[in-house]
């Protein structure tokens, strides 16, 4: 399955190149909320809100309301995540809160699955060099992404993997890395980094991992 993305930064629609230079950015909302009406899933992340330099709260509110969206970008509790499904989100997306004082957090984890239920629940894991990064990809860890997959699996309904290394790149995604991720867990896997033709789309397909795709849609080089 083909996951279109919406990256808000500063009140508008913007690609990054590995999560820091910004290579494209757009404020036409409607035509990209016309274009993406149809697909059953899209993500939506609040940037500025992962960084830590504000927030695209309105943009995030009429965008659920219109959208079949996972939403995420600096969740940290669960208030937050309560206040987004409250919104119209589907399922919200929890990064970095995920982590804490370098350890996996599951008590959160736990809590979220109790409070929101894992079926509106994604987890994302970010990873640079093999390690998972956080706080908007600017910090590292020592911790392994395919740990807190293990970890972590019975308290949502789906991973969302992103490969920094590649993100914004339009130069491919690991296939080695996406069926190892795929099998160690039954939840749905939702790989992002890289991602540029829709035969690569299909390719994940068919290994039982769905894409999340920005860039290669916003330049054009994917229908």
């Not at 508008?12 to 274009?35: M, S, T």
């Not at 509106?120 to 970010?126: G, K, N, Q, Y």
Request: with cysteine; charged share 20%; proline share 3%.
């Amino acid at each position: 399955m083909l996951i279109p993305s919406i990256d808000l930064m500063g009140g508008k629609i913007v690609q990054l190149i590995q999560g820091e230079k910004k290579a494209l950015e757009f404020d036409n909302f409607e035509y990209w909320i016309e274009r993406f009406s149809t697909f059953p899933l899209v993500q939506l992340i609040d940037l500025d809100a992962a960084m830590g330099r504000g927030n695209n709260r309105e943009l995030i509110a009429m965008i659920c309301r219109r959208l079949p969206c996972q939403t995420g970008g600096g969740i940290r509790d669960v208030a937050r995540a309560s206040e987004l499904l409250a919104l119209g989100a589907k399922r919200v997306i929890f990064g970095s809160a995920l982590l804490k004082d370098g350890a996996i957090n599951t008590p959160l984890a736990i809590e979220a699955a109790e409070t929101q239920g894992a079926q509106h629940l994604t987890f994302a894991i970010d990873s640079r060099n093999g390690k998972v990064s956080i706080q908007g990809w600017k910090e590292s860890t020592n911790v392994d992404p395919k740990d807190m997959i293990r970890t972590l699996d019975q308290y949502c309904s789906a991973f969302l993997y992103t490969h920094i290394d590649t993100e914004g790149t339009m130069t491919g995604f690991p296939m080695e890395v996406a069926r190892e991720l795929a099998g160690i867990t039954t939840k749905q896997m939702i790989v992002a980094g890289g991602i540029r033709s829709r035969a690569e789309v299909d390719q994940l397909d068919a290994i039982g991992v769905d894409a999340v795709v920005g860039m290669a849609i916003y330049t054009g080089a994917m229908q």
